[in-house]
């Protein structure tokens, strides 16, 4: 474990250098309810955020309830830290810890990107995963925005195989001041492929408060699709 955590800091090293001076300017884009970010792309210094995501299949065999509670802080303009405790019922699986840097403004300040790294120690296999993503954002008007996540994931000391191609993409239309409506596309490929799509609703319940719910279905290798319910509630501090 503290082998893996080395290599996780000097992962992170390069993020460093990723805290523009235009965070202040960043275009306001939603984050994905599945695949959320550490923090919002261009997030000020001192930013705190605590949120929790449950998720479970609505059908078929596994119905346990899979639930993460995380806490986000932004250390530095554009440089963000997250520690994140993964459960399966009353289990925890995994120990996960998130870093994130901007890169900086895009297109005018349309858009914005940057990198995250996540890293994941898995209890039962007793290992380190990674996974580092490229992170672009962009608003197309008032209402409409993306956000789009690729990279490679799972690269652990199980060697190649255990590698994958990971794509999410997340379209928003903001129908309201309090409300808005995604749909997030997951795809992990691989030895193992699985694929989510998953149209969600994000209701601020008040200025510091956020609920976002989806419903939507899974399916992995081997499996058909299956209905999938999520729940994410965020607060920010």
Same mark, same amino acid.
């Given at each position: 474990?503290?082998?893996?955590?080395?290599?996780?800091?000097?992962?992170?090293?390069?993020?460093?250098?990723?805290?523009?001076?235009? /965070?202040?300017?960043?275009?306001?884009?939603?984050?994905?309810?599945?695949?959320?970010?550490?923090?919002?792309?261009?997030?000020?210094?001192?930013?705190?955020?605590?949120?929790?995501?449950?998720?479970?299949?609505?059908?078929?065999?596994?119905?346990?309830?899979?639930?993460?509670?995380?806490?986000?802080? /932004?250390?530095?303009?554009?440089?963000?830290?997250?520690?994140?405790?993964?459960? /399966?019922?009353?289990?925890?699986?995994?120990?996960? $810890?998130? $870093?994130?840097?901007?890169?900086?403004?895009?297109?005018?300040?349309?858009?914005?990107?940057?990198?995250?790294?996540?890293?994941?120690?898995?209890? /039962?296999?007793?290992?380190?995963?990674?996974?580092?993503?490229?992170?672009?954002?962009?608003?197309?008007?008032?209402?409409?925005?993306?956000?789009?996540?690729?990279?490679?994931?799972?690269?652990?000391?199980?060697?190649?195989?255990?590698?994958?191609? $990971?794509?999410?993409?997340?379209?928003?239309?903001?129908?309201?001041?309090?409300?808005?409506?995604?749909?997030?596309?997951?795809?992990?490929?691989?030895?193992?492929?699985?694929? $989510?799509?998953?149209?969600?609703?994000?209701?601020?319940?008040?200025?510091?408060?956020?609920?976002?719910?989806?419903?939507?279905?899974?399916?992995?290798?081997?499996?058909?699709?299956?209905?999938?319910?999520?729940?994410?509630?965020?607060?920010?501090?």
């Amino acid at each position: 474990m503290r082998q893996a955590a080395r290599g996780a800091v000097a992962l992170a090293a390069p993020l460093l250098a990723c805290t523009p001076a235009a /965070a202040q300017q960043a275009p306001e884009i939603a984050e994905p309810m599945v695949f959320d970010l550490v923090r919002p792309l261009g997030a000020r210094s001192g930013e705190l955020e605590v949120n929790t995501l449950a998720q479970r299949d609505v059908a078929g065999p596994h119905r346990e309830v899979e639930w993460a509670p995380e806490v986000e802080l /932004a250390v530095a303009d554009g440089l963000a830290v997250e520690l994140e405790l993964p459960f /399966a019922g009353r289990r925890l699986t995994d120990l996960k $810890l998130g $870093l994130q840097g901007t890169f900086g403004l895009i297109d005018g300040g349309r858009g914005i990107h940057g990198v995250q790294y996540l890293g994941l120690w898995n209890r /039962a296999a007793r290992r380190w995963e990674s996974s580092l993503l490229y992170v672009v954002g962009y608003r197309f008007g008032a209402r409409v925005s993306t956000l789009s996540m690729i990279g490679v994931g799972d690269v652990s000391s199980a060697g190649a195989a255990e590698r994958a191609l $990971l794509v999410n993409h997340t379209s928003f239309y903001e129908a309201g001041d309090d409300t808005t409506l995604g749909v997030e596309v997951n795809v992990r490929a691989g030895r193992e492929r699985a694929t $989510l799509v998953m149209p969600q609703v994000h209701q601020a319940l008040s200025p510091r408060l956020e609920l976002q719910a989806g419903m939507g279905a899974r399916r992995e290798t081997g499996d058909a699709w299956r209905p999938r319910a999520g729940l994410r509630l965020v607060r920010a501090l």
